[in-house]
């Protein structure tokens, strides 16, 4: 009975420690906006404004600056966008995690 005892305490413990790595492995996979602007010049950057040090506009595509400016703005929406591109944009073929990074730079553009 004590060996039990002893089980059933510490199986708190164990799933305070699993709950914890969880946390700490979900962090890993947040987006990354450095690699979102690196898509963004190679991806974008012929039609959007993607970057304030890029010369001049290019098409009547919006600046990723004013996409990040409106009310509406939600990075997960751009990326869930960015998944199934709208006829004017090339199908770039990014992955969830290249769409979450592009969202997460176009957001840094506020």
């Not at 962090?27 to 040090?53: I, K, M, Q, T, Y």
């Not at 997960?76 to 592009?102: E, I, Q, T, Y």
């Amino acid at each position: 009975m004590d060996a039990m005892a002893g089980i059933v305490s510490a199986v708190p413990v164990w799933f305070a420690v699993a709950a914890a790595a969880t946390l700490a492995a979900s962090s890993v996979f947040a987006a990354d906006a450095e690699n979102g602007e690196r898509l963004a010049r190679r991806w974008c950057s012929s039609c959007h404004l993607v970057a304030p040090n890029q010369p001049g506009p290019t098409t009547e595509a919006p600046p990723f600056s004013t996409i990040a400016g409106r009310a509406e703005f939600d990075s997960a929406k751009v990326a869930f966008f960015l998944l199934d591109p709208h006829p004017k944009m090339p199908n770039m073929g990014l992955s969830r995690a290249d769409a979450a990074d592009l969202a997460a730079y176009i957001a840094t553009l506020k």
